[in-house]
């Protein structure tokens, strides 16, 4: 049972990267998925969660309007798009699956976490 997180890299001020997280050893259509990320010095931090039963997305208001996040249940897939990318973007991101897509802000549900993938925005 594991979680894969890939699709990180450099990319400038104003571009875009799609992030996927692939799931094995269980089903996502059953469990709400969040992508966090962690800038040097901060704290994790959630920026989007989707509840793969029904498709319910929330964002964090530093993300909203840029970021878009989606599920391919068939694929068993989680996916970050990321536009309109910013320097204060930068962050190693992590998918993980939680239990409680109203809780989607509580980083003490979540019980299984991808490694995670490093996200440079940088000119």
């Known amino acids: 049972v594991q979680l894969q997180a890939s699709g990180g890299g450099l990319v400038q001020p104003g571009g875009s990267l799609i992030l996927s997280c692939a799931a094995s050893?269980?089903?996502?259509?059953?469990?709400?998925v969040t992508w966090f990320r962690q800038a040097p010095t901060k704290e994790r931090e959630a920026v989007a969660g989707i509840d793969v039963t029904n498709g319910r997305t929330a964002y964090a208001d530093s993300v909203k309007g840029r970021f878009t996040i989606s599920a391919d249940g068939g694929k068993n897939m989680v996916y970050l798009r990321m536009n309109s990318l910013k320097p204060e973007d930068t962050a190693v991101y992590y998918c993980?699956?939680?239990?409680?897509?109203?809780?989607?802000?509580?980083?003490?549900?979540?019980?299984?976490w991808g490694q995670g993938t490093l996200v440079t925005v940088s000119s």
């Open positions: 993980a699956r939680g239990a409680s897509f109203t809780q989607w802000l509580d980083i003490r549900q979540y019980n299984l």
């Open positions: 050893g269980f089903t996502l259509n059953f469990y709400p």
